[in-house]
């Protein structure tokens, strides 16, 4: 399976402000993926990252507050924008080598704090 | 919209006690996956089901699909203290993505 690397693994950030987290795969992928994981809850796609093209959001998320970039197949950035208290949560980038619904393995994810 | 739920939220068992989670569909599933997660921790992959009824085995773990491909459980027999996390499973939305379950949290009294 994939090694993926996430940075940072954790932040405390201020509201207003937007935080860049990396996604690294030591190989090739074909898909790769972003999720939020609030304390307690469950994993909730926010998009597909799409090299070399535009994500694909899922229902609730937007380009704007979520701007992901992918320009290889080992990398890609989530980046939150203008952060409130309620992005906190934990984000993580997952892998897969096929579609959608094939086996995903998760990066070690960044714990996201917001003042 | 299309949801996948699964029972209990939470388990606290006896060391050596089996457990079950149960995981259930609105529609049916093309596969369903299973993931666990230590406290602190990523999902893991365990494993994929893919035909109708099918039953798996890991050790003293036991994944099942059901016949309608619309519910499956994982059933954990003489639980230690190892096993302790959130298993969750995941299945198809009709987007072509994983849609995971509420995820069930196991802990066990040694």
């Known amino acids: 399976s994939a090694v993926i690397s996430q940075k940072p693994s954790r932040d405390i950030c201020q509201r207003g402000t937007s935080l860049t987290i990396q996604c690294q795969v030591d190989?090739?992928?074909?898909?790769m993926f972003w999720y939020r994981q609030q304390p307690g809850q469950s994993l909730t796609l926010i998009a597909t990252?799409?090299?070399?093209?535009?994500?694909?959001?899922e229902s609730g998320f937007v380009i704007d507050k979520f701007p992901i970039s992918r320009p290889n197949l080992t990398f890609s950035t989530l980046t939150v924008s203008n952060m409130s208290p309620e992005d906190s949560s934990i984000y993580l980038c997952?892998?897969?080598?096929?579609?959608?619904?094939?086996?995903?393995?998760f990066g070690p994810g960044t714990r996201l704090t917001v003042l | 919209g299309q949801q996948v739920m699964q029972i209990p939220q939470y388990q606290h068992v006896q060391e050596g006690e089996d457990f079950t989670t149960y995981c259930n569909s609105s529609?049916?599933?093309?596969?369903i996956q299973w993931y666990k997660q230590r406290p602190g921790g990523h999902p893991v992959f365990l494993i994929q089901?893919?035909?109708?009824?099918e039953v798996k085995k890991q050790k003293r773990l036991t994944f099942q699909f059901g016949e309608a491909k619309k519910n499956s459980s994982l059933h954990i027999t003489a639980t230690q203290t190892t096993d302790v996390g959130t298993y969750f499973c995941?299945?198809?939305?009709?987007?072509?993505?994983?849609?995971f379950g509420q995820g069930t949290t196991l802990q066990v009294k040694p």
């Open positions: 990252a799409n090299q070399g093209s535009e994500a694909t959001y």
């Open positions: 997952s892998v897969a080598d096929g579609y959608g619904t094939d086996t995903q393995y």
């Open positions: 995941a299945g198809e939305s009709n987007t072509g993505k994983l849609i």
């Open positions: 190989s090739q992928v074909t898909m």
């Open positions: 089901l893919v035909k109708s009824g």
């Open positions: 529609t049916t599933l093309s596969n």
